[in-house]
């Protein structure tokens, strides 16, 4: 992964990487308050050797003491001393667990013990911690030989007495709070990335290029009205939705002006990635730019597209696949602009052998000559190979990906499908996508940056809202049957 994928997914995983942070906080806070609170006293003793005074005993005495200080810090946690500091203070607790409390270190080249205490009571805490030096001093003249004087040659003096502490030394409620906050936040990011590691969906440019070189034509933003408004650019032609088909016309024009055929198979990996939806609304702003245009609803399993446009579908595709009808028959006439549609007529039994037939390779050619655009909505390519046997027939498969729905392993499937028969992909669009976030129509390629209102849908501009809604709902035969006579 790079810096901006871990950029994309801080932004994506912000909720669970927030929300684990501040639920580290409050277990960090949870865990100081359920705490009961220790407080710590420490008194110091110094070690030292009673000599002559000469400077060779001195030193002597000096290096002695040095040599022999750790072995006396571990005796002040020994019974020896503490059990005459739980008589002296009427302790209930035995040595052992008395030492559990107390600490007894030296730092290295010094002859200075530190004695620290840990008790919830403060008081008490401050008492033990003396007791401890006193009796440390006693246990010490027993343990150490008096010389030949009759003195230890060993002297413990109290250098500080231990003071009644104000404040706990545990628990460290900033502490805990801040070791919360950097554990919750170091398991959200972990969450996110690996969240983003183990999510196969596609969501983007990225996990497109991830299966496939196919060219990306551009991205239809999501329309949670799509169900109430398939057609956006005639019900809201200055929606996000409405001008994204606007950008893939411009791009589908590219593909149009090249030396290939003027046809194309626009289908998907599985249902529900706004195929059908896509290609009328694609072939709507096609036409209103002046691209005489057809649109052929191949999907002999499931057909939408007379549906969406409002047209009669009983007959169609399949009746001039057989030969029961005439084109100039079936063919109906949309809108006020060179757009025609093709329903697909009949459900037939065999779907995938009339697509791939020798009538309709004849019906490609007939129309390849007649209209500047030919755009096929076929069926999905997983379930069938409708789409597939099509696409090789014409100037390619548009596929429709969409984004949040389909898994990278099925649009692999889907290229493969039309791969394995030798048909070209044209390019890939990706729909459904998000208006909001890393992945929202606005950032990468799909971006224009300009707003909406401005001089998009000025062929809508006159006409009234009611006009537009029958426009859409009523389809128009065309009134001079010689405009299709080429095609008989």
């Not at 969906?201 to 070189?213: F, G, L, M, Q, Y």
């Amino acid at each position: 992964m790079e810096l901006r994928d871990y950029l994309r997914v801080l932004r994506k995983g912000w909720i669970i990487i927030l929300a684990l942070t501040l639920l580290g906080v409050a277990l960090g806070s949870l865990y100081s308050l359920a705490t009961a609170p220790l407080y710590l006293a420490s008194s110091k003793v110094f070690v030292s050797v009673q000599s002559a005074g000469t400077v060779s005993e001195l030193t002597q005495g000096s290096n002695f003491t040095q040599n022999q200080v750790k072995s006396y810090t571990d005796v002040i946690t020994t019974p020896a001393v503490l059990q005459p500091v739980i008589e002296q203070l009427g302790l209930s607790v035995s040595a052992q667990s008395l030492a559990s409390q107390v600490t007894a270190s030296t730092a290295t080249g010094t002859v200075v013990v530190d004695i620290g205490v840990t008790d919830r009571s403060p008081q008490r805490a401050a008492d033990i911690a003396n007791a401890i030096a006193s009796s440390f001093e006693t246990t010490v003249g027993q343990l150490v030989p008096v010389n030949t004087t009759g003195t230890s040659p060993v002297k413990i003096t109290v250098l500080q007495e231990a003071l009644v502490p104000n404040e706990p030394a545990s628990p460290n409620t900033k502490l805990n709070i801040l070791l919360g906050g950097i554990v919750g936040l170091i398991l959200g990011v972990s969450v996110a990335i690996l969240r983003q590691t183990l999510d196969t969906k596609v969501r983007n440019e990225r996990d497109v290029e991830a299966v496939t070189s196919a060219p990306i034509l551009g991205g239809i933003a999501f329309d949670p009205k799509a169900v109430e408004r398939p057609l956006v650019v005639q019900d809201d032609p200055r929606s996000p939705r409405a001008e994204s088909f606007r950008t893939l016309r411009t791009n589908l024009q590219f593909l149009v002006a090249l030396d290939r055929p003027k046809s194309y198979v626009i289908t998907s990996s599985i249902p529900g990635e706004g195929k059908s939806t896509s290609s009328a609304n694609l072939a709507i702003v096609t036409a209103s730019a002046g691209t005489r245009t057809i649109i052929i609803d191949a999907d002999l399993r499931k057909p939408k597209l007379a549906e969406y446009l409002g047209l009669e579908g009983g007959a169609g595709l399949t009746d001039l696949l057989v030969g029961r009808a005439e084109i100039s028959d079936v063919i109906q006439r949309w809108g006020s602009h060179e757009l025609y549609v093709l329903p697909a007529g009949r459900i037939p039994p065999n779907p995938s052998e009339l697509l791939g037939s020798k009538a309709m390779i004849g019906l490609i050619e007939d129309l390849e000559a007649e209209f500047d655009l030919v755009l096929f909505d076929a069926p999905p390519l997983l379930p069938v190979t409708d789409a597939a046997i099509l696409a090789k027939h014409t100037g390619g498969a548009l596929v429709m990906v969409g984004a949040g729905r389909v898994h990278r392993g099925q649009l692999k499937g889907a290229i493969s499908a039309l791969t394995n028969v030798g048909s070209d992909i044209a390019g890939v669009v990706m729909t459904m996508l998000p208006t909001k976030g890393p992945d929202s129509y606005g950032y990468g390629r799909y971006g224009y940056g300009y707003g909406y209102g401005y001089g998009y849908g000025e062929e809508f501009d006159n006409t009234k809202a009611s006009d537009r809604k029958r426009r859409k709902t009523k389809a128009e035969v065309p009134d001079d049957a010689m405009e299709l006579t080429s095609l008989k």
